[in-house]
């Protein structure tokens, strides 16, 4: 090796042939370049002369590197350290051997190439995990279809029910109001005949009071007619006496007068005279017993009229006449009196029987009152055994729940926990309330809140873990796309070397050419000139310069041709020697480097991967807990919402510490009272109207009859207690057969009756054609499956499902539909599989699309499915 | 002046809250009565009241039976043994209960004041009236999204008392008169300094709207 120096100082001192050859020999025979550490670099040094004139080798050496532009100073500088780091030179190797302990790049590629592919096969698993995961999303989607429309049909179901007893409801209430109406015309009819009663009674009184004032008067009449007729006959009779005593007296004076003619009989004066007397005494009688028979005539008139007992004629006739009109008055009040008297027996016997119905009724009534009240006990005992049952669900829920809990809570704290025997497998203690409950609830949603919290940064943590992956995607995509420009950069400089080297190789051939020229040259000049050859051998020299310099020029030519590529930084003519060895060094840097980063990148990406993997673990772990979560959550607000509500409605309370209370007089207690006082009197009326209807029947016994008034009330009585709501019927049956009203209230119950049968009748057929059209279907859908080979199921969302017979998975289905119009023309809607369906593109075009065929197109998909049969293959 | 007294001047006592609150309990009964229609206009006059016209029942059974109820509330109030106030609307024809206008009644407690510390400042009036206008006006409002009741109705009140309270003998016990097929609207909240009202109405959703 030449001595450092300054070449200029030497040029004058060594010939300029020397100079060539020492430079041609301090390229071809130069030692490999050491290496110069600076601080971390380490930066090849150039210690030949070439080209250097007045500057320290550092010097030259540093504006050499700057004129080099290597490609990774030229590459854009990263941000981040890891890069910075591994993009910074770490060793230069001057001798071009690379390290032994380090990998290849090939190696590192297949490396990465491997994992690509591993990489990818994960991929690919993944991708069919997520598919296998829409499918049974589609699944439960369809399960959730055909749920929601069970729930839509037994909606329309329970709406049909709630319409079928609305309409039950209205056709009850029309008939309440019928009844109603009937009631209120019976009311009405009722005042009507209680008008009639009243004024007929007020008639009858009127008439029993005119008829007693005239008894009265007639009374009256008759005792002074009596007295008149007393004090008449009286002074009659005394007159008659004293007509009598006179008759006596003068029958005794006759006779004292027939005894002296007889004893005087022959005085004829006398005799005449006394005959006279006796004859004046014998009209005297006889007028005398006229007017005795005529006052016995006025008498009898008189006691036998009093109507003309006032008139003081003493006539006999008179008499008869007024007792004759006196006894039919009699006769007449007495009739009044006997009818008073069995007008106010009946309205006694009434007004007993109204009173002992009310009895009954009021008997009825609170034996009713007690029916409805055990209805009304039974039924909230039904509802309570039910709340009891739902309480006990919801407790063994709740135990399920907070076992769970414990279970999940507590599974760290379980080996140091003893269990409690008392509540080994029971709730969880204190739960008992649903003040408790709301506290358990309250303390899982702070909880949850807590957990969702944590979830929330364990989110945002994986969100930075995956910002940082993918920052390191970034980096590493960086890095490869690094690695692919530095191998394409290596390429380049590999065949600018494999140049520069046959360049070289020619060079040297052409110096050792020359050498050899030089050497017969020297020999000559010794052997045959005897020293005088300096012009010829100036002038070859010159030759030789002049080659030596096209060929530098031709060299600089084809580096110039294959330096494009570097950006036109090739070194000059005069660097041909130190460009290759720093090209080769540039090149065994570059893939140490390459080297270094490849290894440094499967570092990063292995660590990369594990961090992504355990992310992705907590990310699993988090998204599993955070939807346990959410479900328990879930579960709880249903629960908190469902308390709520029964709080809100008035259910949630404990009977135990808490006690409802009102006040006994309450409006509504009163509007109760009232309205049941005048329900009741309402129903007492009604009753009567319905007794009195029935009395009033044409085929009703009379009520002047008292005996078969009495009959028919017990009859009616009878009825009504025995069946209390067929009080129409009954009655109606014994004591008015022939009443209209009865009649059709009897008809609507029979109708109703036969109606409720044909209802139960219909439901059974419906139920019996419905088992018989299932078994049908059934039977359609196998023989379908045999001789078809599909399997056909009806979803209810109205499309078809065939899946073959010789399908290999159970995804491998058709689902048809009937499209907008149900107008029979199917079309494919889908399949289990959406990979399947696209295996099988080119029939669905072939058959469906082109030649609108669905029976072709399944027939042609059975027979490859049958084709593609193990077995089918093995034959 | 006593410490106790110097810490809770500005406050109203228990006493007052009671009072405040059987106040609130009277016209808020007497204006659901009157928004909900269960009582004829005419029983009805204007008062003020909270910086409110409310309309007040004149007729004197329902004066003296609210009378009569604020009377034992106040003292239940003042004891601490009360937990709802339940206004129920039910039907005369069926007695089903329409609507359940429930007032929530707890305790505030006392929060306990740190060495140094200054307590809580007293609630002052003007805060207070406002909390209840807001209840009042929400009662009004609630004619919009309840159901037209349609049925003449007549209306009953309960009190959840704990099972520890004295009970006049005027009093006795009742069922819950739950409402059927219930939705239900939460109402704005007021507290005094010694209790915390909540309010909420529970009605029977409309069967043709479901």
């Known amino acids: 090796m030449l ?147 069970e729930a839509l049909q037994q909606r329309q179901r329970l709406e049909r029910d709630l319409l079928a007893q609305t309409k039950r409801v209205e056709r009850l209430e029309r008939d309440r109001r019928w009844l109603a109406e009937q009631e209120e015309k019976l009311a009405e009819e009722r005042r009507a005949v209680d008008g009639e009663m009243a004024a007929l009674r007020q008639k009858c009184d009127a008439r029993v009071d005119k008829a007693a004032a005239a008894a009265h008067a007639l009374e009256k009449r008759l005792d002074d007619a009596n007295r008149a007729l007393r004090h008449s006959r009286s002074e009659h009779v005394g007159e008659i006496e004293r007509y009598q005593h006179r008759l006596a007296v003068a029958e005794s004076a006759a006779a004292e007068l027939r005894a002296g003619s007889s004893e005087g009989s022959g005085s004829v004066g006398g005799d005449a005279s006394l005959q006279c007397t006796i004859d004046a005494l014998r009209r005297e009688v006889h007028e005398k017993s006229q007017d005795v028979e005529e006052l016995q005539m006025r008498l009898r008139t008189l006691t036998s009229s009093s109507d003309d007992a006032a008139a003081a004629t003493p006539s006999r006739t008179r008499v008869a006449q007024l007792e004759r009109d006196l006894h039919e008055q009699c006769s007449y009040i007495q009739a009044v009196e006997q009818q008073n008297r069995q007008m106010r027996a009946d309205a006694q016997r009434l007004a007993e029987r109204a009173a002992k119905y009310e009895q009954e009724h009021e008997v009825n009534a609170a034996l009713s009152s007690k029916i409805e009240r055990l209805e009304q006990q039974q039924h909230d005992y039904a509802r309570l055994v039910a709340q009891v049952d739902a309480l006990q669900q919801e407790r063994e829920q709740w135990r399920r729940v907070l076992r769970d809990t414990d279970t999940d809570a507590g599974a760290s704290a379980a080996a140091d926990r003893k269990p409690d025997p008392a509540h080994g497998g029971s709730p969880v203690p204190g739960l008992d309330s649903p003040l408790a409950i709301a506290k358990t609830v309250a303390a899982q949603r702070h909880t949850i809140r807590v957990l969702e919290s944590k979830l929330e940064s364990m989110q945002y943590s994986a969100e930075t873990v995956a910002q940082q992956l993918q920052s390191a995607t970034q980096d590493a995509k960086l890095f490869r796309q690094e690695r692919a420009r530095l191998e394409e950069e290596a390429d380049a400089g590999r065949q600018r070397a494999t140049r520069l080297d046959g360049a070289r190789q020619h060079a040297v051939r052409e110096a050792e050419f020359l050498r ?111 939807q346990r979560l959410l479900a328990r959550f879930e579960a709880l607000e249903r629960e908190a919402a469902r308390l709520e509500h029964q ?166 289905s058709f ?56 077995a089918q293959a093995s034959q | 002046m006593s410490v106790q007294a110097q810490l809770t001047k500005g406050k109203i006592s228990l006493e007052g809250s009671a009072r405040t609150v059987t106040e609130f309990f009277m016209y808020g009964i007497n204006s659901i009565l009157f928004q909900r229609g269960i009582y004829p206009i005419e029983d009805f006059e204007v008062q003020k009241k909270y910086g409110l016209d409310i309309w007040v029942s004149n007729d004197q059974q329902v004066v003296k039976y609210l009378d009569k109820i604020m009377a034992s509330v106040e003292e239940w109030l003042n ?132």
């Open chain 1, 647 to 812: 709080v809100g409605a008035g259910l949630g309370y404990d009977p135990r510490t808490t006690r409802i209370l009102q006040l006994i007089d309450n409006p509504s207690a009163q509007d109760f009272a009232i309205r049941s006082q005048k329900l009741t009197s309402l129903a007492a009326e009604n009753e009567a109207l319905l007794e009195r209807i029935r009395q009033l029947e044409p085929g009703a016994a009379k009520p002047a009859d008292a005996a078969s008034v009495g009959l028919a009330d017990e009859d009616t009585a009878d009825s009504g207690d025995g069946n209390g709501d067929d009080n129409g019927g009954g009655g109606g049956g014994s004591s008015g057969a022939g009443s209209a009203f009865f009649h059709t209230i009897d008809n609507l119950r029979s109708e109703n009756r036969s109606l409720t049968q044909q209802l139960e009748d219909s439901v059974k057929l419906i139920s019996r054609y419905r088992k018989e059209w299932r078994r049908k279907a059934a039977e359609l859908r196998e023989v379908v499956y045999l001789i078809l080979g599909y399997r056909v199921d009806f979803m209810t969302n109205g499309s078809v499902r065939f899946t073959s017979t010789y399908a290999a998975d159970v995804d491998q």
């Open chain 1, 815 to 870: 689902v048809f539909t009937s499209g907008d119009d149900n107008q029979g023309h199917m079309r494919l809607l889908g399949g289990g599989s959406k990979a399947y369906l696209k295996g099988l593109s080119n029939d669905i075009r072939y058959w469906i699309q082109e030649r609108g065929s669905i029976p072709g197109f399944l027939a042609t998909v059975t027979l490859q499915n049958f084709e593609a049969q193990p």
């Open chain 2, 79 to 210: 004891a601490g043994k009360i937990n709802k106030l339940v206004l129920a609307v039910n039907t005369r024809e069926s007695r089903e209960t329409l609507e359940r206008w429930q007032f929530d009644v707890t305790l505030v407690e006392e929060e306990a004041v740190a060495a140094g510390e200054k307590p809580k400042p007293a609630k002052s009036e003007k805060a207070l009236r406002m909390e209840i206008q807001a209840i009042f006006r929400q009662i009004a409002a609630s004619v919009s999204f309840l159901p037209i009741i349609e049925e003449k109705c007549t209306f009953n009140i309960l009190v959840y008392a704990d099972s520890d309270a004295q009970v006049p003998t005027t009093w006795t016990d009742s069922d819950p008169l739950h409402v059927k097929n219930a939705e239900q609207v939460r109402l704005r909240s007021f507290s005094t300094d010694a209790h915390r009202i909540e309010a909420l109405v529970a009605y029977r959703r409309d069967p043709e709207l479901c």
């Open chain 1, 3 to 149: 001595p450092p120096g300054d070449p200029a100082a030497r040029a004058g001192a060594v010939p300029p042939s020397t100079v060539i050859r020492s430079r041609f020999r301090s390229i071809t025979e130069r030692l490999p370049a050491t290496t110069l550490a600076r601080g971390t670099k380490r930066y090849l040094v150039d210690d030949s002369p070439n080209g250097i004139a007045g500057r320290t080798q550092q010097q030259q050496q540093q504006q050499w590197l700057g004129c080099l532009e290597t490609p990774i100073r030229l590459a854009p500088r990263q941000e981040t350290p890891l890069v910075d780091t591994l993009l910074r030179p770490q060793r230069l190797f001057a001798s071009g051997t690379p390290p032994s302990e380090s990998k290849s790049p090939s190696r590192s590629l297949l490396e990465s190439a491997r994992r690509d592919s591993e990489a990818k096969s994960a991929v690919e698993s993944l991708r069919r995990d997520a598919e296998r995961a829409k499918f049974e999303l589609r699944q439960v989607e369809m399960e959730r279809e055909r749920e929601r429309e």
């Open chain 1, 516 to 626: 050899a020229q030089l050497r017969s040259y020297d020999s000559e000049e010794a052997g045959l000139m005897g020293g005088n050859y300096d012009r010829q051998k100036a002038e070859r020299i010159a030759q030789l310069e002049q080659f030596i310099d096209e060929q530098r020029a031709r060299i600089a030519s084809m580096e110039q041709g294959a330096g494009p590529a570097e950006g036109g930084h090739a070194p000059g003519p005069q660097a041909d020697g130190p460009s290759t060895a720093l090209l080769r060094g540039y090149r065994e840097d570059a893939e140490a480097r390459l080297h270094e980063l490849a290894e440094a990148q499967a570092e990063h990406q292995r660590e990369l991967a594990d961090v992504q993997a355990g992310h992705q673990r907590e990310r699993d772990e988090a998204a599993a807990e955070y």
